[in-house]
């Protein structure tokens, strides 16, 4: 049976989280991560570039699960889908947002940080949502506790922002984190110097340590 695009990002444990600044760029991206095992990203809608290095990646690295974030506006979920985005996600909940990905058939996840938040997502049929910020929102224990009266309806995060190798375990220790977003793996500085080794190692040591929490 084939995966979906959330089973694939849940079997794989940590997303890195990708502001990518040149088009240029893509590929040798694409093959750090792939050099260590890590077969998804997400590409932020922080860059002008995203949305081409998105076809880009879809076009010339089919083998890498390509996932648009900060999707802010319904015109953002289409730029994804038109890019050839797997999934999206975005920092906050906008029902717009939702119910256009839903429309467009883009698998979304949500940005949370209350369980107001979290209500409002499910309500719209959202099952896995980004706990965003997750450090400065309070940590595991805040995502633990605002996410207790809703277990019972299946739901998963991915906290990201303030995320690092050393907390990892902090996370992937709950139940209800499908994986983590890594903004540490591939930053704009690492890319723009060319260090495309360096990225490689930090992804194989995130892809380990997330092996290595999972059994």
């Known amino acids: 049976m084939t995966m979906d695009a959330f089973e694939r990002v849940a079997a794989t444990g940590v997303v890195p989280v990708i502001a990518i600044e040149e088009v240029n760029h893509a590929e040798p991206l694409a093959d750090a991560?792939?050099?260590?095992?890590?077969?998804?990203?997400?590409i932020t809608f922080r860059t002008f570039a995203a949305a081409d290095v998105m076809a880009r990646l879809s076009e010339t690295r089919?083998?890498?699960?390509?996932?648009?974030?900060?999707?802010?506006?319904?015109?953002?979920?289409t730029r994804a889908v038109e890019a050839g985005a797997a999934f999206g996600l975005a920092p906050g909940f906008d029902p717009e947002v939702a119910t256009a990905a839903a429309e467009a058939g883009l698998p979304f996840a949500?940005?949370?940080?209350?369980?107001?938040?979290?209500?409002?997502?499910?309500?719209?049929?959202?099952?896995?949502?980004?706990?965003?910020?997750?450090?400065?929102?309070?940590?595991?224990?805040?995502?633990?506790?605002?996410?207790?009266?809703?277990?019972?309806?299946?739901?998963?995060?991915?906290?990201?922002?303030?995320?690092?190798?050393?907390?990892?375990?902090?996370?992937?220790?709950?139940?209800?984190?499908?994986?983590?977003?890594?903004?540490w793996i591939a930053r704009p500085e690492d890319m723009r110097a060319g260090d495309w080794q360096g990225i490689t190692e930090k992804a194989r040591a995130a892809l380990a340590r997330a092996k290595e929490l999972r059994g």
């Open 110 to 183: 949500p940005g949370v940080m209350t369980p107001s938040d979290i209500s409002l997502a499910t309500a719209r049929g959202c099952r896995l949502m980004k706990f965003f910020p997750a450090a400065s929102a309070g940590g595991p224990s805040m995502l633990k506790n605002i996410a207790a009266p809703f277990a019972h309806l299946g739901i998963s995060f991915i906290p990201t922002g303030g995320v690092g190798l050393e907390t990892m375990g902090e996370w992937l220790s709950l139940p209800q984190i499908a994986a983590v977003g890594g903004t």
């Open 33 to 42: 991560l792939l050099e260590a095992g890590l077969g998804v990203v997400e």
């Open 62 to 77: 089919p083998e890498i699960l390509v996932g648009a974030g900060t999707v802010l506006s319904p015109d953002a979920v």
